[in-house]
């Protein structure tokens, strides 16, 4: 592994956004943010990414929140500028486009936000509604015509398009409090993860039909897609990672996890997930071997991370 390799992470506890050398586990750098930020993305290039102020701690928590994009120059550590978003609250979910426009989701309005250029946008181009209440995080297709909100408290998805300004939501309900999701690579088939009935579930994305259910493990709050024919499922009330089979919902193996994971991201290349848990690291999970080879200590409630390989100029701040 390449010693210029760093894991970009949130620290929604610690309220911060943190630098990690992977090869040794190190945290290099952090950058102060306001209270409670979770999710973060980064444009194609990795030069800069954005952390949705959500400003609560889960959301179960109550209050107003955040209603900010926080913008960091990854190479240079730096939070450049605070994009306001107000009166749209409780920034979460967070996605690019192939174009690099960011959308941004309002927990607290339900109402997604476009940013067609992020870098120097000083407020959202254009806002639409989610059709569902207490829209948590979103699916969205690659060229960005398409969005799918799990929205936790009418227990439904929906479907939107945000480029278009006369298209009605399209809603379902694949279970009781969908919140983990992703799409099939050919983007034919949205897979939801269903906290409280315990499901995951596959959406027919041009009908949003249901087509197929499976029990899960207790409390299965993120789904993410590894190829084609493996998902990974982190089971948060049960302390465990399911590999499923996309075809049938079936589980091919079971990870039984010391704490509870909260979200996790891949290093495709060498084959690894590293997956943040509760017990305040980052566990780095080899997909082939489907072993924890080894674990990063970090700093309070690791959450979304990334993998940088440019991102070596921050060393020792």
């Known amino acids: ?111 997604l936000l476009v940013l067609d250029r992020p870098v120097s946008d000083e407020a959202p181009r254009r806002a639409v509604p989610s059709g569902g209440i207490k829209s948590h995080l979103f699916a969205l297709t690659r060229d960005g015509e398409t969005a799918y909100c799990m929205n936790l408290l009418s227990h439904t998805v929906t479907k939107i398009k945000p480029w278009d300004p006369l298209a009605m939501p399209v809603a379902c309900h694949p279970g009781d409090k969908p919140e983990g999701y992703c799409l099939s690579g050919d983007e034919r088939t949205l897979f939801v993860s269903n906290r409280w009935s315990r499901t995951l579930a596959a959406i027919d994305t041009q009908t949003m039909a249901v087509q197929r259910v499976a029990p899960s493990r207790d409390d299965p709050t993120r789904i993410y897609r590894w190829d084609d024919d493996m998902l990974l499922v982190t089971n948060y009330g049960e302390r465990s990672l399911s ?75």
Request: charged share 25%.
């Open 1 to 111: 592994m390449n010693d210029q390799d760093i894991l970009l992470l949130v620290e929604k506890c610690s309220h911060c956004i943190s630098w990690y050398e992977i090869a040794s586990g190190k945290r290099v750098h952090s950058v102060e943010l306001p209270s409670y930020p979770h999710e973060f993305v980064t444009d194609s290039a990795n030069r800069h990414a954005w952390v949705g102020h959500y400003g609560v701690e889960t959301s179960g928590h109550t209050g107003e929140g955040g209603h900010a994009l926080l913008q960091i120059d990854i190479a240079a550590g730096t939070l450049t500028r605070t994009i306001d978003l107000a009166p749209f609250n409780r920034i979460h979910g967070l996605q690019m486009d192939e174009r690099d426009r960011l959308y941004a989701l309002s927990e607290g309005k339900a109402t």
């Open 243 to 317: 590999l499923v089979d996309p075809h049938t919902l079936s589980e091919i193996d079971h990870i039984a996890m010391p704490a509870r994971a909260i979200a996790l991201s891949f290093d495709r290349e060498r084959g690894l997930a590293f997956v943040s848990q509760d017990d305040d690291r980052v566990g780095i999970f080899d997909i082939r071997t489907r072993r924890f080879e080894s674990y990063i200590p970090t700093q309070r409630e690791p959450d979304v991370s990334k993998v940088i390989r440019q991102g070596a100029d921050v060393r020792d701040r």
